[in-house]
Structure formats: structure tokens, C-alpha cells
């Protein structure tokens, strides 16, 4: 089946300067309501990333290994399950199975809030949990992906994929924020309701959404799996920039796992400073999404995917040589702006060089690289912390991520694509 075709008067104008050319995939009602609810529940789920990282770290009396098996939970999760999430994406009606998967997540975060009011919270139950929620995740986010081109113009692809980006990161200016100041007013339960009661944003925007019908596939699980990872292979540009941004991810250490680390160790500062860090992040990822929102339909991808890299490398070596509170907030937001440029560069080279009922598929090649490949990062970075230090884990990781994007822009796909 085919998807239901958009009316001219529907079409954005693709000449329209300014902001509305940056925003102009809003103008698809459907879009719209998802881009909105997704915005609400993303501030929600920052603020249990922070709040939950900081109730680890108060359990187990400032552990870094302990993040990271928490993170190597919810890892293992999307290596078990990521893949098949995609081929249920590319099968089942995308919309029906988002609202199961948010439902899920929201009541997780409710019974962790329950657990933690209680005082009867530990550590092997928030591992229980995470893996349980990177299940959902493993679903969700194939599903989410791959909805997208469901609701948008494909000359409106690249602008709808670089909001939501500046929708999941962006709400990470905001979310550590409140979390921050939330732990300090309404404790760790408090964060995780607020993050539970969130989720009522995207289910209602997905109960009142009218999605058309895409097309789908009726091959088994593995069949439909064998044939997206042939698709990727023997594709000229997409197993470099899948690589590189693997390298990424797996190399760098994630900011759930740093920021609380640095915060109480090198910076020595308190729970609302280190929202602050986390939101620079944030700012710099709406920057990042915002350039690449306000660019035309389609740009060379592979030099902005480069950039990324080496700007992401620039700025991550800067953190890791400063113990200034400003210059450390300087630097992660740079360090956002180069996540974002190579991070939304790679999902749109996903989304626009293979074929629309594959979309589910590769989409959850991205889930496994960013909840997979970089949480399973984190448990050798937490104990390379706790040998040779935060300052000299990140130094090390910039290095290598470094070395790699100099091995990428030797390859003429990469720079011409």
C-alpha cells in the first residue's frame, strides 16, 4: 500500500524564508501533535535520566561502575530486542504500537517513583527496570523513526527529522534544569512521577492523530531483519557513517554517566549546577538542529556528518582539560552542536536511502547504536574512570573518536554523499 498523498494546499512553501522555512514541517497537523506530545514526555524522561543517575550514585556512595551497569542493563535489552522492534515497526500499525510502548514507559517510571517514596528502592531492582524499559524502548523508537515519513511531504523529510531531533535533545536544556531543582524541592520520587505524568502529552497526541497507512511487509523476524542489514551493506556510504557514529557513541562516555561524575569530583558542585551542564548540552543540540532545519531539502550530507565528528572531538577535549564550571559549559555546548549535526545526519542518510518499508528496520539499527552501542560504552568507561580518572577518560575517548574521523573524510563516499 502506498502512502495517502499530501494536498497541494498542505505543502509547506518550500520558498518561505526565515523561520517558518526552519520550522515548516510543523505545518502537517499530524506532525505537529506528535512533535508536540514527544516534546513534553522528552522534558519528563531528562528529568528521570537525572535524577535517577544522582539516586545511583547516592546508593552506592558516589560508584561510577555502578552507572555504568545500570547503563549496560538497558544495553542489553536493545541488543536482544532493537532489531525486532524495527521488523514489528515495518509490520504492525506503527501508531497502536507506540501507544502500548508509552503506556509502558510511563507506568515503569511511576513504579520507580513508588519504589523510591517508599524507601525501598535499591540498585538491582533500578537495574530491573532499565532493562525492562529498554525493552519498551527497543519498540518505541523503530516505531516512532519510522512514522515520521508517514506524516510528512518526503521534501519535508530532513526539516521534520532535524525538530525532532531539537524535540529529544533540545529537552535537554530544560529537563536537567527542573531535575536539578527538583531533587532538591521534591526528591528523587518526585522526579520520577513527574516523568510518569509527562507521557499523557504523546498519548493523547497519538489518540487524536489521523495517520494514513504505509506500506508493510509479511516476512518472518529474521527474513525481514537479513534483508535491512543486506540493504545497509551493500549500500556505498551508509556502513562508513553507521561506523562513525558507533565510533561515537561507544567511545564517548555519555553525559548521564560524566556530568554527575565531574559535578562531584572535579567541579565540585551541587545538583542544580549540574543541571546547568546538562542543559549547555542541550542548548548546543537545538543550535545544531536548528542549522540543519534551516538548510534546503537537500544538502551534501557527508561534510556536515564529518563536522560533526571533528567538532564533537574539539569540544569534548576541551571539557576534558578544564575543571571552570563556565569553561566546561562552553564546551558541552559545542560538544552538542557536533552530537546533533553527525547524530541527525546519520538518521536522515537512514531515512532517505532505502525504501519506505524498510524504514522501521533501519531505524532500529539507530535504537541500537544510541541505546545500545553507547549505554554498553559506559560500563567499560565507568571503570576506566575509576582507574585512570574522569579528566583522562574523556581526553583518551576524544582521541580515538578523532583518529577514526580522520579515516572517514579519507573515504570519497563519505565526502561526496
Known amino acids: 500500500m502506498s502512502v495517502v498523498p499530501t ?44 535524577a535517577q543517575s544522582l539516586l545511583v550514585l547516592k546508593i552506592t556512595h558516589g560508584s561510577a561502575f555502578a552507572l555504568g551497569t545500570v547503563s549496560l542493563a538497558q544495553a542489553l535489552a536493545f541488543f536482544l530486542f532493537a532489531l525486532v522492534g524495527g521488523s514489528f515497526a515495518d509490520r ?16 515503569l517510571a511511576t513504579l520507580l517513583g513508588v519504589l523510591t517514596l517508599f524507601g525501598v528502592i535499591q540498585l538491582w531492582m533500578i537495574l530491573v527496570l532499565a532493562f525492562l524499559n529498554g525493552t519498551l524502548l527497543s519498540f518505541d523508537q523503530p516505531a516512532r523513526g519510522a512514522l515520521v515519513p508517514v506524516l510528512v511531504p518526503q521534501e519535508s523529510l530532513g526539516n521534520a527529522i532535524s525538530l525532532q531531533a531539537m524535540t529529544f535533545n533540545g ?18 520520587a518526585g522526579n520520577f512521577f513527574l516523568n510518569g505524568a509527562s507521557f499523557l502529552g504523546v498519548l493523547i497526541a497519538l489518540y487524536v492523530m489521523r495517520v494514513p497507512k504505509g506500506p508493510t511487509h509479511q516476512l518472518s523476524a529474521f527474513q525481514a ?22 565510533a561515537m557513541l561507544f567511545l564517548g562516555p555519555s553525559s548521564a554517566l560524566i556530568l554527575p561524575v565531574y559535578a562531584v569530583k572535579i567541579l565540585h558542585i551541587g545538583p542544580e549546577r549540574l543541571g546547568l551542564l546538562f542543559s549547555a548540552a542541550g542548548v548546543g543540540t537545538i543550535l545544531g538542529a536548528l542549522f540543519l532545519a534551516s538548510l534546503d531539502s537537500n544538502p551534501r550530507r557527508g561534510p556536515i556528518f564529518l563536522a560533526g565528528i571533528f567538532i564533537w572531538v574539539v569540544a569534548l577535549t576541551g571539557f576534558a582539560i578544564t575543571a571552570r564550571f563556565w569553561i566546561a559549559m562552553v564546551a558541552l555546548l559545542v560538544f552538542g552542536v557536533g552530537q546533533t549535526l553527525a547524530g541527525t545526519t546519520t538518521i536522515t542518510l537512514l531515512q532517505t536511502r532505502a525504501p519506505q518499508q524498510m524504514r522501521g528496520r533501519l531505524m532500529s539499527l539507530n535504537t541500537l547504536l544510541i541505546m545500545g552501542i553507547r549505554p554498553l560504552g559506559d560500563f567499560p568507561a565507568g571503570a576506566l574512570i575509576a582507574g585512570i580518572g574522569a579528566p583522562g577518560t574523556v581526553l583518551l575517548s576524544a582521541s580515538l573518536v578523532g583518529i577514526y574521523g580522520l579515516g572517514l573524510a579519507m573515504r570519497p563516499a ?3 554523499t
Open 414 to 416: 563519505v565526502r561526496s
Open 225 to 246: 531483519i537479513r534483508d535491512a542489514l543486506g540493504t545497509v551493506r551493500r549500500d556505498a556510504v551508509l556502513p562508513w557513517v553507521l561506523s562513525g557514529y558507533a
Open 92 to 107: 504492525l500499525d506503527k501508531r497502536r504500537l507506540l501507544l502500548f510502548t508509552q503506556t509502558g514507559s510511563a507506568t
Open 7 to 50: 494536498t497541494p494546499a498542505a505543502q509547506p512553501n518550500q520558498q518561505t524564508p526565515g523561520v517558518f522555512k526552519t520550522f515548516r514541517a510543523l505545518r502537517h497537523r499530524d506532525f505537529r501533535l506528535l512533535w508536540i506530545g514527544l516534546a513534553v514526555s522528552a522534558v519528563g524522561t531528562w528529568m528521570q535520566i537525572v
Open 171 to 188: 529537552a535537554a536544556t530544560l529537563g536537567p534544569a527542573l531535575a536539578g531543582f527538583g531533587v532538591a524541592t521534591l526528591g528523587y
